[in-house]
């Protein structure tokens, strides 16, 4: 812990609250913590924490009003139980079987057909998920029982299908997101002055007051801005889709920017000969792009202490370094470096 | 090309991250009192790259490249991690339940 004291004092670093929690959502206070990592972790919940949800469809029979592709999206959408989802399944890229199996998939079937006279709805819980498997059930918190609305079916119609349900990631399609939302919200006061309210006259007859004010202190009358001042507490709602807990969400979030850190430092540490400290990706700058990279490169911007370079070093287009060529690793997360 | 002062600073390219991590990164790096300049940047929203920018202090220059910036800002982002894991924790088995007689904490 030394160095990370030497980042964060001896205040013990960022420090958490649980407000309220229940089995759908959990409110959170991060405090003494810093804007870029709440909002990291605010991120990586949203959009990068594995579930499971149905990706593939073999429509049998669909006689409904509701056209194939339609259906497809509908059933897509519904949250399946995905806790410990990391021990029970993998991607279907990193299986051996050619499209789906049981290692990398589960499989629901429906099958709803309206005899009668009255229209017949078919629910969520109307999916029957394949014997053996350790998870993929819709999910069902409503107190009737019986999860969201697929479809609806009059008299003759009939719908028979077969889902498979994969493992993935909200960046690839929201259906595989485990929030509803993440709220996140810091300086209930606006002592920081980031928002300026719009008013019709007066602005703090028409604002409401934030739900977490009275967890700071209100600014005092008359109080000098704190020009200085950065936000350090930072108020997270996450509000569960169904398909993981709250609690569960968290710990994913920060598992998996964990594994990200793991993955870059994987691919940087990965030396080259020469031991200059630099992983195998060095490469000249603007070998594939032209002064593409950051800050545009303009000509003539100068550090304080090397005058006369652009950011890029002295090359420019297409310089060869003697650091040679890029080399690609194996890992999606490639890094290379220029040098300047 | 002329290097004057070879290793001083740097420009790292890591593909397929975003600002879930570049920011965080850049943040933490700014914090080693080593370094004098950290930024990222996004070039295009859809070219899954980010450009990470270290620049030294000159008078370290001796001893810490901006690779060991970098290294030393992953290592203390994934303590931060831990941390946080830590922290969550503690919280969770301290947490009451509304409802429940016992003494809130
Ligand atoms: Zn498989």
């Known amino acids: ?340 | 090309m002329t290097v004057r002062h070879p290793g001083g600073s740097a420009s790292f390219e890591i593909l397929g991250e975003d600002h879930t991590l570049g920011n965080a990164l850049r943040y933490i790096i700014m914090k080693n009192p080593e370094v004098e300049f950290c930024g990222y940047s996004i070039p295009h929203p859809s070219e899954e790259k980010m450009n990470i920018r270290i620049q030294i202090y000159p008078e370290y220059w001796e001893h810490t490249k901006p690779y060991d910036a970098l290294m030393k800002g992953l290592d203390d982002l994934a303590d931060l991690c831990d941390h946080i894991t830590h922290a969550f924790k503690e919280a969770r088995d301290n947490f009451v339940e509304p409802g429940d007689n016992s003494e809130q904490r």
């Open chain 1, 1 to 340: 812990m030394d160095d990370y004291d030497t980042i964060y004092g001896s205040d013990r670093g960022p420090q958490i609250t649980i407000k309220e929690a229940d089995s759908r959502h959990a409110q959170i206070v991060l405090s003494n913590c810093d804007l870029a990592f709440a909002n990291a972790l605010r991120r990586i919940m949203l959009a990068e924490i594995p579930t499971i949800a149905i990706d593939i469809v073999e429509i049998q029979t669909n006689t409904s009003v509701i056209p194939d592709e339609f259906l497809c999206h509908r059933l897509g959408m519904v949250p399946l139980d995905s806790t410990n989802i990391d021990d029970k399944l993998i991607y279907t890229r990193d299986c051996f079987c050619d499209q789906y199996c049981e290692r990398c998939s589960v499989t629901l079937s429906l099958h709803a057909r309206c005899t009668g006279e009255d229209n017949v709805t078919v629910y969520a819980r109307d999916l029957v998920i394949a014997e053996g498997a350790q998870l993929g059930s819709p999910v069902i918190n409503d107190p009737e029982g019986q999860g969201t609305v697929i479809c609806k079916l009059r008299k003759g119609q009939e719908l028979r299908l077969k889902c498979i349900a994969k493992k993935g990631i909200a960046k690839e399609h929201a259906k595989w997101a485990p929030t509803a939302a993440v709220g996140f919200e810091y300086d209930p006061w606006n002592k920081l002055r980031h928002i300026d309210y719009w008013y019709e006259e007066d602005a703090k007859e028409e604002w409401p007051k934030s739900k977490y004010a009275d967890w700071e202190e209100p600014p005092i009358e008359g109080e000098p801005f704190n020009y200085d001042a950065v936000p350090s507490r930072f108020y997270l709602d996450i509000e569960s889709a169904g398909s993981l807990p709250p609690d569960e969400i968290l710990q994913q979030g920060i598992k998996y920017l964990q594994e990200k850190l793991a993955a870059v430092i994987e691919t940087f540490s990965n030396k080259n000969e020469t031991g200059d400290g630099f992983g195998d990706g060095v490469r000249s700058p603007g070998q594939d792009y032209s002064m593409g990279g950051m800050g545009g490169g303009g000509a003539g911007y100068e550090t304080p202490y090397q005058g006369g370079r652009t950011p890029f070093g002295g090359g420019g287009f297409g310089g060869a370094t003697e650091y040679g060529g890029r080399l690609m690793g194996g890992h999606k997360c490639v890094a290379a470096v220029a040098m300047g």
